[in-house]
C-alpha cells in the first residue's frame, strides 16, 4: 500500500533529520513509530503527504510517487491521506461540522466550500462520521468549546471523512490524560480494523505503543534501528532505540528524559503485574 | 554557609549600559541637549499677550455654540464626511484584505511579499494631509479627493496590521487544512480566515471613526466635508458656528467609539 524508498531530509539548516528511510506499510497495517524526541518522527509522517519536501527518496503510495508530484496533482493524493494530529489542529472557530467537512474540501469546488454547501452525500457521511465517534449532538457547537478528547474525535471524523486510503497520526495523545488518550488509541484501532484501513502512528509513548499497534519501528537519529511486532521491543530493544552513549552533548538532555519515562513506565507495569 | 553569611541587600543589575562611566556620560548628554534645544526656541511674548484674545474669543464660541445660523452649511458637510467615511471605509477595507494577505510571510511567494509590503510602506509614508492636498490638486475641491485620500490611508494601516495578524495565527490549523487537499484558496477560507475574522471586524470599526476624525482634518485643506465647513467659519472669525461644529465632531467621534467597542465585544 505505502512503500517508502531511502527517503532522506535535510532541512536547510543542515540538521538531517531522516537518512535514507526505507518502509513498507500493506493495508490495514497499524504502525507504531517510536523514538526519542528530534528522531525525525514527525519530520517522517510530514514528508509523506509533503507538508515536509523531502531531499531525496521516494513515497510510493499505491502505483503513485508523492515526491515528484506538481502542486495540482499533490493536492489530488493528499486526499488519500488522512492525517490526525498531536494538538487536534482543527479550526477553532469554526462548527464541528465545518471542521468534519474541511476534510471534503480537496472534492469541491472553492464556491461550494465557500458557501458551505457541500454535496448531500458529503454532509450525510459527515453525520455518520459524528455518529461513529460519538458527537452527533455536538454538530453545531464551535470546536473550541469541546474538551480535549472530544477534539481528537473530531480531529479523527475530518480525517475520515477525506475517505482515505491511509492515515498519519502524529502524536494523538500527547495532550491528552492517560484514560481519554485509551479511549483515542482503542478508537482509532477499531476504525482502522472496521475500514482495513492502513495507519502509521507517531507515539512517544512505549507502553500504549506496544497495547495497540500491530508492528513497531524505532527511529533513532533518523534512521530505523528497530522494525518488528511489540513483543520484540525488549529493554536492550528500547536502550538502543532511545539511545545510552554516542549522542551529542545537545541531544543527551532529550534522551535522559526519554529514557527516564520510559523506565518509570517499565516499572510501573512491573508494579501493577 | 549559615543564614547569617548571606547578603540582606540586592540591587538590581544594570541592564543596558554596563559601565558606570558611560551611564553617566549619556545622562549628562540628554541634559545638555534639552538645555541647548530649549534655549533656541524664540517665544514673541508681546505677539502672545495679542493672541490671547483671540483664544477668548474662540473659548467664548465654544461656551456659546449657535448651531442655527450656518446649520445649512453644516448639516451638508456633516453628510458628505459621514459619506465619504464610509464609503472610503469600505473600499480602503475591501483592497486591503487582499494586500494584507499578500503581505503576509507565512502566505504570500516573496514576490508578491515585497510588493504588497511596498505599498503598505507607501501608504504609511505618506501622511493624509499631504495626500489631500495633492489630491485636491489633481480632482478639484470636494468630497472626491477626501474620499481617496481616506481610501489611500486605510490600505495602509489595514493591511498592515491584517497581514502582522495573519502571521500569528496557529500554523497548525494551516496544516491540517493544507493536508486535506485543499487549494490555497480553500485553505484562506477555512483556516485563516476564522483566526482573524474577529480582529479584522475590530480594526475596520477601529478605522472607522479615524476615518471620520480625519474627513475633519482633511477637510481643511479643501478635500470637502465638515472640515470645510469648520475651516469656512474661522475664516469668517464664526467662532459660535466653529465651536458648534467641533462640539458635532467630538460627538459623533465618542458615540462612533462607544458603538464600535460594542459591536466589537458582541462579535468576538
Not at chain 1, 532541512?11 to 518502509?23: E, F, H, Q
Not at chain 1, 510517487?65 to 494538538?87: C, P, S, Y
Not at chain 1, 533513532?220 to 552533548?249: C, K
Request: hydrophobic share 45%; charged share 20%.
Amino acid at each position: 500500500m505505502l512503500r517508502i524508498e531511502s527517503l532522506s531530509k535535510t532541512y536547510r539548516t543542515g540538521d538531517t533529520a531522516l537518512s535514507d528511510v526505507s518502509l513498507e506499510v500493506p493495508k490495514g497495517q497499524i504502525l507504531g513509530l517510536i523514538g526519542p524526541s528530534g528522531a525525525g518522527k514527525s519530520t517522517l509522517i510530514r514528508c509523506i503527504n509533503r507538508l515536509v519536501e523531502p531531499t531525496a527518496g521516494a513515497v510510493w503510495l499505491g502505483d503513485v510517487n508523492l515526491v515528484t508530484l506538481g502542486k495540482a496533482e499533490l493536492r489530488r493524493q493528499r486526499r488519500r491521506i488522512g492525517m490526525i494530529f498531536q494538538e487536534y489542529a482543527l479550526v477553532e472557530r469554526l462548527t464541528v461540522m465545518e471542521n468534519v467537512l474541511s476534510g471534503r474540501l480537496g472534492y469541491v469546488s472553492f464556491w461550494r466550500s465557500f458557501t458551505r454547501r457541500f454535496p448531500p452525500q458529503d454532509i450525510q457521511r459527515a453525520f455518520a462520521l459524528l455518529d461513529r465517534v460519538g458527537l452527533l449532538d455536538h454538530a453545531d457547537k464551535r470546536a473550541d468549546a469541546l474538551s480535549g478528547g472530544q477534539r481528537q474525535r473530531v480531529g479523527i471524523a475530518r480525517a475520515l471523512a477525506q475517505e482515505p486510503e491511509l492515515l498519519l497520526v502524529d502524536e494523538p495523545t500527547a495532550s491528552l490524560d492517560p484514560k481519554t488518550s485509551r479511549q483515542i488509541m482503542r478508537l482509532l484501532t477499531e476504525i482502522c480494523a472496521e475500514r482495513g484501513l492502513p495507519a502509521i502512528v507517531n507515539i512517544h509513548d512505549v507502553p500504549l505503543a506496544q497495547q495497540f499497534m500491530q508492528r513497531i519501528v524505532g527511529l533513532r537519529a533518523g534512521r530505523i534501528v528497530f522494525d518488528g511486532p511489540p513483543e520484540a521491543l525488549t529493554h536492550e530493544v528500547l536502550t538502543r532505540i532511545y539511545g545510552e552513549e554516542d549522542w551529542n552533548a545537545m541531544r543527551r538532555g532529550d534522551e535522559e528524559q526519554a529514557r527516564a519515562e520510559a523506565e518509570a513506565r517499565e516499572r510501573m507495569e512491573a508494579l501493577a503485574q | 554557609m549559615t543564614p547569617s553569611a548571606y547578603p540582606t541587600t540586592w540591587r538590581r543589575p544594570p541592564q543596558i549600559i554596563r559601565d558606570r562611566r558611560w551611564r553617566l556620560a549619556v545622562r549628562l548628554g540628554i541634559v545638555v541637549y534639552l538645555a541647548l534645544a530649549i534655549s533656541t526656541v524664540e517665544v514673541n511674548w508681546a505677539r502672545v499677550y495679542e493672541g490671547l484674545d483671540r483664544g477668548w474669543n474662540f473659548v467664548l464660541g465654544f461656551l456659546r455654540p449657535d448651531f442655527s445660523s450656518r446649520w445649512n452649511d453644516i448639516a451638508q458637510g456633516l453628510t458628505e464626511s459621514l459619506t465619504m467615511t464610509l464609503t472610503s471605509t469600505v473600499v480602503g477595507v475591501a483592497i486591503s484584505v487582499p494586500i494584507g494577505i499578500g503581505a503576509a510571510r507565512n502566505l504570500a511567494p516573496r514576490p508578491v511579499y515585497y510588493l504588497c509590503r511596498g505599498i503598505i510602506a507607501v501608504s504609511r509614508a505618506l501622511q493624509e494631509v499631504i495626500v489631500a492636498i495633492f489630491l485636491v490638486a489633481m480632482f478639484g475641491f470636494g468630497p472626491f479627493a477626501g474620499f481617496l485620500t481616506l481610501s489611500f490611508a486605510t490600505i495602509g494601516f489595514l493591511s498592515k496590521l491584517l497581514a502582522e495578524d495573519i502571521e500569528d495565527i496557529d500554523a497548525g490549523q494551516v496544516e491540517a487544512i493544507r493536508s486535506t487537499g485543499a487549494s490555497w484558496a480553500q485553505v484562506i477560507n477555512y483556516a485563516v480566515q476564522p483566526q482573524v475574522m474577529p480582529r479584522l471586524t475590530g480594526l475596520s470599526l477601529y478605522r472607522l471613526d479615524i476615518n471620520f476624525r480625519e474627513s475633519a482634518v482633511i477637510g481643511i485643506v479643501g478635500a470637502g466635508g465638515i472640515g470645510a465647513t469648520l475651516n469656512t467659519a474661522i475664516d469668517r472669525y464664526e467662532y459660535d458656528s466653529a465651536g458648534a461644529i467641533l462640539l458635532i465632531i467630538i460627538a459623533i467621534v465618542m458615540v462612533a467609539e462607544y458603538g464600535s467597542s460594542h459591536l466589537r465585544k458582541y462579535l468576538q
